[in-house]
């Protein structure tokens, strides 16, 4: 995929969410999805680490870099496991608003990237700093499934 077939996919990603959450009732966001997750938190997983790439890459151009520096997966991990009590605490009627709202952030920055800098991000195996999409993916598969509306 190039660079800026990446923008459009990015963007599908997110139309697909939008179509998703426009049709979660309360209850829908409260089904378990295993391992103490909700729809909710699912929801609001995404929303985070949308929100926190497009800070990464707002840090960056603040402070001259053509890329965020590499964050390893255990960060990911840590990150997940320290924000779940949050995640669940949050008000499930406000969480698809903040996920989609954080969707769109992202998309936009990587959009006014350049073709270099997405490259050089993909390069260094930070693809998800670029790539929304597989996350995206993985989480709307989960709940549609969980859901029964795969």
Known sequence: MSERELDGANAEATADLADLVATLSDADLAADLGDGWTVAMALAHLAYWDSFHAAR????????????????????????????????????AAVPALCLEAAAAIDTVVASLSDAQVAAAIADGSESLVNRVPHRRDHIDQVTRVLGRA
Do not use: K, Q
């Not at 603040?62 to 390893?72: K, Q």
């Open 57 to 92: 890459w707002r840090h960056a151009a603040e402070n001259g870099l053509d890329r965020p520096p590499f964050a390893s997966n255990d960060v990911t991990s840590r990150s997940n496991e320290a924000l779940e009590a949050t995640w669940r605490a949050l008000p499930v």
